[in-house]
T-cell receptor
Framework: DAGVIQSPRHEVTEMGQEVTLRCKPISGHNSLFWYRQTMMRGLELLIYFNNNVPIDDSGMPEDRFSAKMPNASFSTLKIQPSEPRDSAVYFC?????????????FGQGTRLTVV | GNSVTQMEGPVTLSEEAFLTINCTYTATGYPSLFWYVQYPGEGLQLLLKATKADDKGSNKGFEATYRKETTSFHLEKGSVQVSDSAVYFCALKLRGNNNDMRFGAGTRLTVKP
């Protein structure tokens, strides 16, 4: 398996533009997480899905952020409109279907820069 | 709520020094505990884990023991190397089907030759 795949790896956009980050989880994993990493705040959980259903979105910073998981193999995180303070590395992770002590598998991340 | 608190960094050590990174947790249930490592420019990857009280996870010379009485999972290594320079994350995952997973803020370790 190729692992969790995120795209793009790098994104530079102007303030006010819409940004869409994409994630393909490992096949068969039923939980998907979106995290944001910055130097100031560390790793923050934004939202996670179980079986394509959002379970906890309390970490989504504001209404400008939205996430969808239309099927088991794809998720998007959208920021509209983007602001410079959204600049960060965004990670997607997935966990297998088996409950218990299984680990999370992370993608390589998308480095977002909003200028 | 469920959360993880870990030692703030950055931590700078000389090669062959002893490493401890503290981690404590708060959980409503009985979690599994993890340490993840992030090398520059990469995503997080599992370093070690423990699933029940008194379990010791170990990998690449790193160890951590699940201490239920102190709700802790401190990471240790007896002799660090320059190649251990990375960011280390403590994490917990609750049992059950909801796969709720929480991470600490991360601790940056720099090992100097």
């Amino acid at each position: 398996d190729a692992g969790v795949i995120q795209s793009p790896r790098h994104e530079v956009t102007e303030m006010g533009q819409e940004v869409t980050l994409r994630c393909k989880p490992i096949s068969g994993h039923n939980s998907l997480f979106w995290y944001r990493q910055t130097m100031m705040r560390g790793l923050e959980l934004l939202i996670y899905f179980n079986n394509n259903v959002p379970i906890d979105d309390s970490g989504m910073p504001e209404d400008r952020f939205s996430a969808k998981m239309p099927n088991a193999s794809f998720s998007t995180l959208k920021i509209q409109p983007s602001e410079p303070r959204d600049s960060a590395v965004y990670f997607c992770a997935s966990i297998p279907s088996v409950a218990g002590s299984t680990e999370a598998f992370f993608g390589q991340g998308t480095r977002l820069t909003v200028v | 709520g469920n959360s993880v608190t870990q030692m703030e960094g950055p931590v700078t050590l000389s090669e062959e020094a002893f490493l401890t990174i503290n981690c404590t947790y708060t959980a409503t249930g009985y979690p599994s505990l993890f340490w993840y490592v992030q090398y520059p420019g990469e995503g997080l990857q599992l370093l070690l884990k423990a699933t029940k009280a008194d379990d010791k996870g170990s990998n690449k010379g790193f160890e951590a023991t699940y201490r239920k009485e102190t709700t802790s999972f401190h990471l240790e290594k007896g002799s660090v190397q320059v190649s251990d320079s990375a960011v280390y994350f403590c994490a917990l995952k609750l049992r059950g089907n909801n796969n709720d997973m929480r991470f600490g803020a991360g601790t940056r370790l720099t090992v100097k030759p």
